[in-house]
Nanobody, 120 residues
């Protein structure tokens, strides 16, 4: 069984910073892309940032210059450092990873999400 567990959400004032972390655990052979998505009320889930197993990154335009994604392949973790936060960043943030299990099946997994609230 594979699971992703997020941590680090919370409430912060506009201009502040938060760091989200996600750890993958279970019967994992390898992890390809890892990423962060977010979903605000009444909105669809959207990509925030993604990082490949080799460290290549891609960001949503709204995240560029403010957010930094990083990962530790040895620990199967991915972090999202968020700074200069804005009220429009308020959402539930979900960790996502494409994981190959020990029996060579590959699929995408989601965490349960962590709430980020930015007040003005």
């Amino acid at each position: 069984q594979v699971q992703l567990v997020e941590s680090g959400g919370g409430s912060v004032q506009a201009g502040g910073s938060l760091r989200l972390s996600c750890a993958a655990s279970g019967r994992i052979r390898s992890i390809n892309d890892m990423g962060w998505y977010r979903q605000a009320p009444a909105n669809t889930r959207e990509l925030v940032a993604v990082i490949s197993s080799r460290g290549s990154t891609d960001y949503a335009d709204s995240a560029k210059g403010r957010f930094t994604i990083s990962r530790d392949n040895a620990k199967n973790t991915v972090d999202l450092q968020m700074s200069s936060l804005k009220p429009e960043d308020t959402a539930v943030y979900y960790c996502n990873a494409e994981i190959t299990g020990v029996y060579y099946s590959t699929r995408k997994y989601w965490g349960l999400g962590t709430q980020v609230t930015v007040s003005s």
